[in-house]
């Protein structure tokens, strides 16, 4: 079975702190995604990474880096955590190339706490 | 810019009523379209998904949605809704051009009343 893991269920960190959120996936999936989700907004994308070493800015990348050193992994990194951080946060993946309809697999979410 | 618009944000059903979740989107060329559900406590998952061919698609668990171009709507249907049911529903579209990033709508909660 295809899987999307994500590091942690749930983390609470401080203000000021520097949060790494970690994601892997064992499909081979070119691509690979970060979300974070809230209530009333759906999901909104952060970042996205088409292949290893890319990176490319999705909605609301403010406050946010991302990191692709292997094709199977893709950080997200609160460079100084604030409170309206707080959220759930979704990792995904999804073949590239012709594979445009097959939709997203999702991790099971990361909530991160910022207090 | 393209966008999903999920127009109901909570519907409350009882079970055995009829379900049809709205979701219009702006884009005027090809796109593929999806319904993603969250269950409780779980991770999304696809429900069903449209590219190409006949606009009624069906999914998992008795759920169709179907596709009218001319509307550019993509509404999520089950004849019977049922406890299990309960989650959030997500309508979703990928221009065709864009390379796969998926846009999502703001979420319709559905809550079944047993």
């Known amino acids: 079975d295809v899987k999307v893991t994500q590091s942690s269920r749930y983390l609470v960190k401080r203000t000021g702190e520097k949060v790494f959120l970690e994601c892997v996936q064992d499909m081979d999936h070119e691509n690979m995604f970060w979300y974070r989700q809230d209530p009333g907004l759906g999901l909104r994308l952060i970042y996205f990474s088409y292949d290893v070493k890319m990176k490319e800015k999705g909605d609301i990348p403010e406050g946010y880096s991302v990191s692709r050193e292997k094709k199977e992994r893709f950080s997200l990194i609160l460079e100084s955590a604030s409170t309206n951080q707080t959220s759930m946060y979704l990792c995904?993946?999804?073949?590239?190339?012709?594979?445009?309809?097959?939709?997203?697999?999702f991790g099971s979410g990361t909530r991160l706490t910022v207090v | 810019a393209q966008s999903v618009s999920q127009h109901n944000h909570h519907v409350i059903l009882s079970e055995a009523a009829s379900l049809e979740l709205g979701c219009n989107y702006s884009?005027?060329?090809?796109?593929?379209l999806f319904w993603y559900v969250q269950y409780p406590g779980q991770h999304l998952q696809l429900l069903l998904k449209?590219?190409?061919?006949?606009?009624l698609v069906k999914g998992i668990k008795g759920f169709e949605a179907e596709f009218i171009k001319s509307k550019f709507s993509f509404n999520l249907r089950k004849p019977s809704v049922q406890w299990s049911d309960t989650a959030e529903y997500f309508c979703?579209?990928?221009?065709?051009?864009?390379?796969?990033?998926?846009?999502f709508g703001s979420g319709t909660r559905l809550s079944i009343r047993p």
């Open positions: 995904a993946s999804s073949p590239g190339g012709s594979s445009l309809g097959y939709g997203y697999t």
């Open positions: 884009y005027g060329g090809t796109v593929n």
């Open positions: 449209y590219f190409s061919g006949d606009p």
């Open positions: 979703a579209v990928t221009p065709y051009s864009s390379a796969s990033k998926i846009i």
